[in-house]
């Protein structure tokens, strides 16, 4: 392996529940919304790179105005351990640390809507990291 995670932190968390109309009908229009998970990158020093995995609630109409706000950024530190090849960093950042630290990430969202008290949320258990890199890949 040519990485290791020396840290992880949370970046922000944000749940945000405007009123208690809001409030009494999430449940019946969370159907409304989808999670959506966005991976960043920032070199930090030579061989040190924060890597943040952001899921968040998106409205599924782009057009729909967005009445609930939640969002949960993971942030990992990772050394890279030697020469890595560019094919081999990008796996790295928008495969493995994503794959690793979901779980993670997931059960601080579905604990936000659980204490909440809302208990029908549902999040995938597991996000296909290396699927959803060959599609973009294949995009180009």
Known sequence: MSYKIIAQYYKDISFEIPDSKTALLLEKD??????????N???????????SV????SPIDKSAKKIIYV???????????????KEELEKIILIEIPTRIYPNLRSMVVLLFEKSGYKKINIHEKI????????????K
Do not use: P
């Open 71 to 85: 969002s949960v950024n993971l942030a990992s530190l990772i050394t890279i351990e030697g020469k890595v090849a």
């Open 54 to 57: 952001n899921l968040k609630l």
């Open 30 to 39: 969370i159907k409304n919304y989808r999670f959506i998970c966005d991976i």
């Open 128 to 139: 296909d990291f290396l699927k959803l890199y060959e599609q973009k890949k294949n995009q």
């Open 41 to 51: 990158s920032e070199k930090v020093k030579e061989n040190i790179i924060e890597v």
